[in-house]
């Protein structure tokens, strides 16, 4: 999904005396490639309009910047029409682009690599690294807080973005605004009732048990890698309403989580039985192969008996 940003880039971070009288601005255009008590995630075009971005430029294939953690703000009141635009807090600001051929030193300074994180304000659980011109951008996470539904009620989403070797000539190629498209780091997860475990039962929490909690994520533009991973803690569903099968209640928030193929981990189901007899707060375990991947939402299916628990996902993944 993109979303047009009107956006200009202020005047000259780099100056000669040769440069031309005619300025021309950088203007960009973003997206987000594609959850009750819960992370609040971007999921669309416009959710992302209601937060201000971070942009920062570098000139190509160096860590020399250009522009240095500018805002970037969708301006509702903007004229003739709402649009993103730089800002200053209160009002708009205007980047240009470097002279065409012009150089600081050896490089060229009129191609540069832009990279975006969203939201400006960088959430408590997010360290944002360097920049590297070879492997892009990085930043640490440490969800150890964060492995319940009630506590990622407080938690905000993280996106970045990295878009290299623009130019003037580019921005003007791709329709007047660079396509800067920011991209989900972390996988969400979810859990629906399956109508085969039929109405007499009720599932009052679910726990995936040894899942890390930190880690850095690392993207160039095109791949997102996770490395350094540790942290070893249960992420713990409990409903506000137990699922049931025949109510509004039949699947789980979505979960944020570290993106990692774990093999098998130990799903394990609090339920309770009203049928022939009450049985009340019995855990029932399945080992299930969880991998999963930045941008991808995943759905598991539980179909539960007193005596057994399937888990079904062959059909609920997508990108998110």
């Excluded at 500018?70 to 240009?96: I, M, N, R, T």
Aim: glycine share 8%; net charge negative; aromatic share 10%.
């Amino acid at each position: 999904m993109i979303i047009l940003l009107a956006a200009g880039l202020l005047a000259g971070c780099c100056c000669h005396k040769d440069e031309p009288v005619q300025r021309h601005e950088i203007a960009m255009k973003t997206g987000v490639s594609g959850m009750l008590r819960r992370a609040t995630t971007i999921d669309s075009t416009a959710a992302l309009r209601g937060y201000d971005l971070k942009i920062d430029a570098y000139y190509h294939d160096t860590e020399t910047k250009f522009l240095d953690g500018k805002k970037l703000h969708y301006d509702l009141d903007h004229d003739p029409s709402p649009a993103w635009v730089f800002w200053d807090g209160s009002a708009q600001e205007h980047y240009y682009w470097p002279a065409e051929g012009s150089k600081i030193g050896e490089v060229i300074a009129s191609t540069l690599d832009f990279v975006g994180a969203c939201p400006f304000s960088t959430p408590a659980y997010i360290t944002p690294g360097t920049y590297n011109h070879t492997t892009g951008t990085s930043f640490s996470c440490d969800m150890s807080g964060y492995m319940t539904n009630t506590a990622q009620a407080s938690m905000q989403e993280y996106l970045i973005a990295v878009l290299d070797s623009q130019t003037l000539q580019t921005q003007i190629d791709a329709g007047g605004a660079l396509p800067m498209q920011f991209k989900h780091p972390f996988a969400l997860v979810k859990f629906v009732i399956a109508a085969e475990s039929g109405t007499h039962v009720s599932v009052d929490s679910i726990a995936i048990a040894g899942l890390h909690t930190a880690g850095t994520c690392t993207y160039d533009g095109s791949t997102m890698t996770w490395s350094s991973l540790s942290g070893s803690d249960a992420l713990k569903i409990v409903p506000d309403d137990a699922l049931q099968v025949g109510t509004l209640h039949t699947q789980t928030v979505a979960m944020m989580v570290i993106p990692n193929n774990y093999g098998a981990k130990t799903l394990g189901v609090r339920a309770s039985w009203d049928d022939w007899s009450v049985v009340e707060d019995q855990t029932i375990t399945a080992d299930v192969n969880f991998n999963w991947e930045a941008g991808y939402s995943y759905t598991y299916n539980l179909t539960v008996t007193p005596y057994a628990l399937k888990v079904d996902i062959s059909k609920f993944t997508e990108q998110w």
